[in-house]
């Protein structure tokens, strides 16, 4: 029987693994009959290169991340080919409506409205080499804005691309927001969600959570899954 291969991209932060680890269990109880399996491109244990020789024939590899950037595009495909192993890659967790109202679910555990005129929001990535993963980050802000009376949504990059941080602040100054709250579109805390913990207190701005093992994550993990499995099928039946 295929297997759920739940692929991260590793980090030396073990709240980072905690995390993949918490959706995993989620799935488990969603796919009772499904062997769902947590691996990592570097960094943590088990390697993805470690656990696909042993994954059934016809398993689907997703990858716990929020873009279709290098780890997605390069890195997992070539730990798929290293491997050898007949599995199918499932697409990125992007930018379904499901996470953007988890982000939403995080504001409001903060304390802010939506009917807030003078609120300026930051939502913040990490940046990539890949434009049109940063288009598409980019382009999250209008949407995460729909429906509500806030001064403005402006994407920041926490590392390597523009607007950072500081830039962003200004953006929204001179769109007329009075106060400002970070959004954090990141899966799970880590070191570069810390850096822009450290900015957002130095500079005076409050700081939502970031994504986590929330259920509607697991949700759109189990979709990823779902897709792969019947494109897979198409193929077959064509």
Do not use: K
Not at 76 to 101: H, N, T
Not at 120 to 136: C, E, I, K, M, Y
């Amino acid at each position: 029987m295929s297997s759920l291969v739940l692929t991260a991209h590793g980090s030396a932060d073990p709240r980072s693994s905690a995390n993949a680890h918490a959706i995993a269990g989620h799935l488990r109880r969603l796919l009772p009959d499904i062997a769902v399996q947590v691996a990592f491109c570097e960094q943590n244990s088990p390697n993805l290169t470690e656990v696909l020789p042993d994954a059934a024939p016809g398993s689907v590899v997703v990858p716990l991340l929020l873009a279709s950037a290098y780890h997605a595009r390069t890195d997992i495909p070539a730990l798929i080919a290293e491997s050898g192993a007949d599995v199918i890659q499932a697409d990125v967790l992007g930018d379904d409506p499901r996470l953007l109202q988890v982000t939403r679910e995080r504001l409001t555990a903060l304390g802010v409205s939506r009917f807030d005129g003078e609120l300026g929001v930051l939502l913040t990535s990490v940046g990539s080499s890949h434009p049109a993963a940063n288009a598409r980050t980019a382009a999250l802000a209008q949407t995460l804005a729909d429906g509500t009376r806030w001064a403005g949504v402006q994407v920041a990059f926490a590392t390597g691309q523009t607007p950072t941080l500081p830039e962003a602040v200004e953006r929204l100054r001179a769109r007329g927001a009075r106060r400002l709250v970070i959004a954090p579109w990141f899966l799970a805390h880590g070191r570069i969600t810390d850096r822009v913990a450290e900015f957002a207190r130095g500079a005076g701005i409050p700081m939502a959570e970031p994504l986590g093992p929330h259920r509607l994550v697991a949700a759109t993990v189990l979709d990823r899954y779902e897709d792969a499995l019947a494109a897979r099928g198409a193929d077959f039946a064509a």
